[in-house]
């Protein structure tokens, strides 16, 4: 009885001494900054990916070249809403064969057509966006004073910026901004190009009134 209560002792004091060095050690969590915007055929699957991948060295290789903005471009608080647009060379890519994905269900050849018909009446619960293959750009713009940046995850090659978006950049008058964009290319939600980021944020600014 005695060796199990030193055994359980030392077990304890070893987990806390674990969890304090812990504690001291490691470097604050970054905050929690939510899922993009989703432009095109983009999805929160296809977003996981880019996030799990995200720490991977950068590569600036195939990066997009952004057309807008401009290097150095200002924008006024008073102008409509802009869109950026950017050209990859990921954009030109056909997919090619990959292994079978857990993600992908296979067809169920014994389906009556009355399960289908009420399948379109009421979707079961499984139902899901299938998985993403194409090029993918994960649009991040750091705007001074705020934890999380703006983003959008989009498969187009363009972001025309809504309404809400472009108040949250306007407040930021006469500061820079930057914005980077992460390219992807992935088969099934598998990840076989990139990423790819621009080695350089682009800047710009936001001015009052002209």
């Not at 195939?62 to 954009?91: F, K």
Request: aromatic fraction near 8%.
């Amino acid at each position: 009885m005695k060796t199990l209560s030193r055994k359980l002792l030392w077990t304890s004091c070893a987990a806390a001494l674990l969890s304090l060095t812990s504690a001291c050690g490691d470097d604050p969590p970054e905050p929690e900054c939510g899922e993009p915007l989703y432009g095109g055929d983009a999805t929160d699957e296809a977003w996981r990916t880019l996030v799990d991948a995200k720490d991977q060295p950068a590569d600036s290789s195939q990066a997009v070249t952004l057309e807008s903005p401009a290097p150095g471009e200002s924008y006024s608080t008073i102008d409509a809403p802009p869109t950026w647009r950017w050209s990859s060379p990921l954009a030109s890519l056909l997919p090619g064969p990959v292994e079978p994905s857990r993600h992908v269900r296979p067809r169920d050849e014994g389906r009556s057509v009355l399960a289908w018909l009420g399948n379109l009446i009421l979707p079961t619960a499984e139902a899901h966006l299938p998985p993403f293959t194409g090029d993918l750009y994960w649009v991040e713009v750091t705007v001074p004073g705020r934890e999380c940046p703006v983003q959008i995850l989009t498969s187009t090659l363009e972001w025309q910026l809504d309404a809400a978006t472009w108040e949250t950049l306007r407040g930021a008058v006469d500061q820079e901004l930057s914005i980077q964009v992460t390219s992807a290319y992935l088969v099934q939600n598998r990840l076989r190009e990139g990423p790819y980021r621009l080695a350089t944020p682009r800047t710009f600014r936001m001015v009052g009134a002209r």
